[in-house]
């Protein structure tokens, strides 16, 4: 039996393509949703064709998504209150052969993984190992990562730096890629209609919206600099706000839009003519369709198109305004996807017996 615990979008995004694979091979398995997001991954669950979830772990903020850190912690004391009533019965039920699956670096891939130990079943990591070399960037994505990295049982790391990060753990498998290649390349569509040029904007980590000076700056070094409209996607919560300080910036040159269906969003990001993100979610899955990006991070734990298409740009307001006047030169035609990273890890779900038909 396979037990994917998740609580955010992202999450479900990236766990889809090898649940999909399972599905493919009439392999069972379950949901297990901590609802870090609530709005967004209800909406998504079904959109990328999961079931229902067999356990609600917890909530979200009182059905609403986290948005502050008092939030967190009630929602991490319900989660930990959850798992000490069920865990001993639900324990009883898990079939022999069962494991628990659990991705990133989130607090869910933390509590998830405790949930796992607690229940007396592995935990596998996907996209295990990567790892940015200082703990406070980003913050706390990166202690999130080594937390798990020293606790859980099977590594899905995703390329072979990352796999040398865990070379004194066990049970280390490079997947040569990340699943969230496998995401994307399964939501693309056939291009429609050219549309006019555009910019993609997606700036959300916590160590930047809880910076407003950095906010400000950049967002003025935005629209200052681009050669192109652009686009910033922002959840409904933070739109109000967004709009607000583009107003009070009087900026002229990026719109507000809200968050896009993962589908949409695939389109949407290969039709643009450069992103400028913090993700490293965004990161990866751009570099598979070699589009100009720029990594607005002071470090990135993910390899993922630099080098190539992508540049970081480590807060340095100068490199960004040299990106947008040359991103052009980032693009990347036709580049090569190798082997799918959820075949690799079904694969080996199957030969170690959590898999079975």
């Not at 979830?53 to 930990?80: C, H, Y």
């Given at each position: 039996?396979i037990?994917?615990?998740?609580?955010?979008?992202?999450?479900?995004?990236?766990?889809?393509p090898?649940?999909?694979?399972?599905?493919?091979?009439?392999i069972?398995?379950?949901?297990?949703?901590?609802?870090?997001?609530?709005?967004?991954?209800?909406?998504?669950?079904?959109?990328?064709?999961?079931?229902?979830?067999?356990?609600?772990?917890?909530?979200?903020?009182?059905?609403?998504?986290?948005?502050?850190?008092?939030?967190?912690?009630?929602?991490?004391?319900?989660?930990?209150?959850?798992?000490?009533?069920?865990?001993?019965?639900?324990?009883?039920?898990?079939?022999?052969g069962?494991?628990?699956?659990?991705?990133?670096?989130?607090?869910?891939?933390v509590?998830?993984t405790?949930?796992?130990?607690?229940l007396?079943?592995?935990?596998?990591?996907?996209?295990?190992?990567?790892?940015?070399?200082?703990?406070?960037?980003?913050?706390?994505?990166?202690?999130?990562?080594?937390?798990?990295?020293?606790?859980?049982?099977?590594?899905?790391?995703?390329?072979?730096?990352?796999?040398?990060?865990?070379?004194?753990?066990?049970?280390?498998?490079?997947?040569?890629?990340?699943?969230?290649?496998?995401?994307?390349?399964?939501?693309?569509?056939?291009?429609?209609?050219a549309?006019?040029?555009?910019?993609?904007?997606?700036?959300?980590?916590?160590?930047?919206?809880?910076?407003?000076?950095?906010?400000?700056?950049?967002?003025?070094?935005?629209?200052?600099?681009?050669?192109?409209?652009?686009?910033?996607?922002?959840?409904?919560?933070?739109?109000?706000?967004?709009?607000?300080?583009?107003?009070?910036?009087?900026?002229?040159n990026?719109?507000?839009?809200?968050?896009?269906?993962?589908?949409?969003?695939?389109?949407?990001?290969?039709?643009?003519?450069?992103?400028?993100?913090?993700?490293?979610?965004?990161?990866?899955?751009?570099?598979?369709?070699?589009?100009?990006?720029?990594?607005?991070?002071?470090?990135?734990?993910?390899?993922?198109?630099?080098?190539?298409?992508?540049?970081?740009?480590?807060?340095?307001?100068?490199?960004?305004?040299?990106?947008?006047?040359?991103?052009?030169?980032?693009?990347?035609?036709?580049?090569?996807?190798?082997?799918?990273?959820?075949?690799?890890?079904?694969?080996?779900?199957?030969?170690?017996g959590?898999?079975?038909?």
């Amino acid at each position: 039996m396979i037990i994917f615990i998740y609580g955010t979008t992202a999450e479900a995004i990236k766990l889809a393509p090898v649940a999909r694979r399972l599905d493919a091979q009439g392999i069972p398995y379950q949901h297990w949703i901590t609802y870090h997001h609530t709005e967004s991954l209800r909406k998504a669950i079904p959109e990328l064709g999961f079931h229902a979830p067999e356990q609600q772990i917890a909530n979200g903020s009182k059905g609403r998504s986290l948005t502050s850190p008092a939030q967190m912690v009630k929602w991490i004391f319900d989660i930990l209150g959850w798992t000490m009533k069920n865990a001993g019965k639900l324990k009883k039920t898990l079939p022999e052969g069962t494991v628990v699956v659990v991705h990133g670096d989130t607090m869910t891939t933390v509590l998830g993984t405790l949930i796992g130990k607690r229940l007396g079943v592995p935990v596998a990591h996907v996209e295990a190992g990567l790892r940015s070399g200082n703990w406070r960037h980003p913050f706390p994505e990166e202690l999130d990562r080594r937390i798990v990295g020293r606790i859980a049982d099977i590594h899905y790391a995703p390329s072979e730096e990352a796999a040398r990060n865990l070379s004194r753990r066990s049970n280390v498998l490079n997947t040569h890629g990340n699943t969230a290649k496998d995401a994307v390349l399964d939501a693309a569509r056939d291009r429609g209609q050219a549309e006019e040029p555009f910019g993609l904007v997606l700036l959300h980590r916590f160590e930047f919206v809880s910076n407003q000076a950095l906010v400000r700056e950049t967002l003025t070094t935005l629209d200052r600099d681009t050669p192109l409209p652009l686009r910033i996607i922002v959840d409904a919560f933070s739109r109000p706000a967004m709009e607000a300080t583009i107003a009070e910036l009087g900026l002229t040159n990026i719109t507000v839009i809200d968050k896009l269906e993962h589908g949409d969003f695939v389109e949407t990001m290969r039709s643009a003519s450069f992103i400028v993100t913090d993700s490293g979610g965004i990161q990866q899955e751009s570099a598979v369709f070699g589009v100009p990006t720029l990594i607005h991070r002071k470090v990135t734990e993910s390899e993922d198109g630099i080098g190539t298409s992508a540049v970081l740009s480590e807060w340095d307001q100068a490199k960004v305004s040299a990106f947008l006047a040359d991103s052009a030169k980032y693009r990347v035609e036709d580049p090569d996807t190798g082997r799918s990273p959820s075949d690799i890890i079904v694969a080996d779900l199957i030969e170690r017996g959590f898999a079975r038909a």
